[in-house]
């Protein structure tokens, strides 16, 4: 574990190679588990704020879920996430036709109709963010991102740099690259 700023770093982050493989998952992540993502209250007020604009986008069992309990719910340990459809499928997920899984909120974002990402929960996955710093979960669905992310020689602090940057600034990561190159060079 490395301490950045204020935030305990799991060394797995800089020591893991990870690459979302897409052409291979097609984006399960947003549709297996059960339990929805975890999203904070000030997300829920953005999401909140842009759910006109993608209910018609969402499933009509999305729309009923949303309706009922709204865009998030606290799970068994407390924790709040974002609601789900059939105990495992993001209310924000779509399928196209190809088997192809997306986010409604992602994709209005890269359209440019919203400003706000995705919950950063989503973001940074697979890192998690706790009280107790950030760790890497290692879930079975993601065997590709780890083939695809060896093949590559792309680290998960690489890989998920824009995400890093929108939640702990350019000043943290780039001290988060730092400590990658020397612990780098210690193992060497």
């Not at 706000?116 to 993601?142: M, Q, V």
């Not at 600034?169 to 060497?188: F, I, N, P, S, V």
């Amino acid at each position: 574990m490395f301490i950045i700023g204020n935030t305990l770093v799991s060394l797995d982050i800089l020591e893991k190679e990870f690459c979302c493989d897409l052409n291979t998952c097609r984006g399960c992540c947003c549709i297996e588990g059960d339990a929805g993502a975890p999203i904070s209250e000030e997300e829920c007020k953005e999401v909140e704020k842009i759910l006109p604009l993608l209910l018609p986008e969402m499933t009509k069992e999305a729309r009923e879920v949303v309706e009922k309990q709204g865009i998030s719910y606290l799970d068994p340990s407390g924790e709040r996430v974002t609601s789900i459809v059939n105990d495992k499928d993001c209310v924000f997920a779509r399928t196209d036709h190809n088997g192809w899984c997306y986010c409604l909120i992602e994709k209005a974002y890269r359209a440019g109709k919203i400003a706000f990402p995705k919950p950063i929960s989503c973001h940074l996955y697979p890192i998690r963010e706790t009280t107790a710093g950030l760790n890497y979960h290692r879930w079975d669905i993601c065997h590709c991102a780890r083939v695809l992310g060896k093949k590559n020689k792309i680290k998960l602090y690489e890989f998920l740099k824009e995400p890093l940057i929108r939640r702990f600034g350019q000043e943290w990561y780039d001290e988060l690259c730092l400590t990658a190159t020397e612990w780098e060079k210690q193992r060497l």
